[in-house]
Nanobody, 117 residues
Framework: VQLVESGGGLVQPGGSLRLSCAAS????????MSWYRQAPGKEREFVAI????????NYADSVKGRFTISRDNAKNTVYLQMNSLKPEDTAVYYC???????????WGPGTQVTVSS
């Protein structure tokens, strides 16, 4: 299993970014995928989830209405569209694959998002 995030960077408050997580080594469409983030000095926290099989997405309250998770099973990629970014969204963003039937979970190495003027 390999997960590689991209699309992070420096953006001004109110701006937008789209993160991508390219997956390989497993049948992507069968797995639930999610995004987490970790700000300096804080615990890693849940951001958004995209269930396998087209289930309902879900979001942390702090990003609802601003972030959108989506997936392209043909490209083995999950995305996080982030709009109306705030300084408090500054963090390293991680992609996570949820293991099935006792399999381990897998994480990508992360991509840095910095929201600052």
């Amino acid at each position: 299993v390999q997960l590689v995030e991209s699309g992070g960077g420096l953006v001004q408050p109110g701006g937008s970014l789209r993160l991508s997580c390219a997956a390989s080594g497993f049948t992507f469409s069968r797995y639930t995928m999610s995004w987490y983030r970790q700000a300096p000095g804080k615990e890693r926290e849940f951001v958004a989830i995209s269930p396998s099989g087209g289930g309902t997405t879900n979001y942390a309250d702090s990003v609802k209405g601003r972030f959108t998770i989506s997936r392209d099973n043909a490209k083995n990629t999950v995305y996080l569209q982030m709009n109306s970014l705030k300084p408090e969204d500054t963090a390293v963003y991680y992609c996570k694959q949820y293991g099935r039937w006792g399999e381990p979970n897998y994480w990508g190495p992360g991509t840095q998002v910095t929201v600052s003027s």
